[in-house]
Antibody, heavy 113, light 107 residues
Framework: EVQLVESGGGLVKPGGSLRLSCAAS????????MNWVRQAPGKGLEWVSS????????YYADSVKGRFTISRDNAKNSLYLQMNSLRAEDTAVYYC??????WGQGTMVTVSS | AIQLTQSPSSLSASVGDRVTITCRAS??????LAWYQQKPGKAPKLLIY???SLESGVPSRFSGSGSGTDFTLTISSLQPEDFATYYC?????????FGGGTKVEIK
């Protein structure tokens, strides 16, 4: 079964850091570009970052550029999102997605003092 | 950056109704557009890719059309399980913008 499982979410204070992980299974992870997408409570979807299959190409939304870092480990079938200097407006459910077709269940990040 | 404008932002419809949702891009994106369905507390589900290609397993009552800047998602006969929020997303360039969403509610 093709599956993506996110982990690492939680409650963090403003200015803090968090690292999200996304474990992939059921497909050849190294062949696909991967994405992080977030959704603030009661709001729409917001694209956060993308990484190509070999990590050669990386893109960020302006709202997270310079604070978030996307990476992947194809040997471990895993995608990561290192989030630094977190702000209240980063509070959201964070989804990892394979290209456009497969999404994880999401992990909640809450930034609050 | 390309912006996507969805309309309407919400609509009320009855089972069996034909429903049309529009997504307009601020500049041409060829056919690089996808449509998703999202139900409360769940991840988005891909319905349509490349503007008009139906994702495997998605009922044929869903269809997509358009190219360039104007796109449409149509549900030919609304079913109870179709009440959800629908989003478009462009894949022509980065940032990969989403539309603001259209909430389809029961009339």
């Amino acid at each position: 079964e093709v599956q993506l499982v996110e982990s690492g979410g939680g409650l963090v204070k403003p200015g803090g850091s968090l690292r999200l992980s996304c474990a992939a299974s059921g497909f050849t992870f190294s062949s696909y570009s991967m994405n992080w997408v977030r959704q603030a409570p009661g709001k729409g979807l917001e694209w956060v970052s993308s990484i190509s299959s070999s990590s050669s190409y990386i893109y960020y939304a302006d709202s997270v550029k310079g604070r978030f870092t996307i990476s992947r480990d194809n040997a471990k079938n895993s995608l990561y999102l290192q989030m630094n200097s977190l702000r209240a407006e980063d509070t959201a459910v964070y989804y990892c997605a394979r290209g456009i077709d497969i999404w994880g269940q999401g992990t909640m990040v809450t930034v609050s003092s | 950056a390309i912006q996507l404008t969805q309309s309407p932002s919400s609509l009320s419809a009855s089972v069996g109704d034909r429903v049309t949702i529009t997504c307009r891009a601020s500049q041409g994106i060829s056919s690089a557009l996808a449509w998703y369905q999202q139900k409360p507390g769940k991840a988005p589900k891909l319905l349509i890719y490349d503007a008009s290609s139906l994702e495997s397993g998605v009922p044929s009552r869903f269809s997509g059309s358009g190219s360039g800047t104007d796109f449409t998602l149509t549900i030919s006969s609304l079913q109870p399980e179709d009440f959800a929020t629908y989003y478009c997303q462009q894949f022509n360039s980065y940032p990969r913008a989403f539309g603001g969403g259209t909430k389809v509610e029961i009339k």
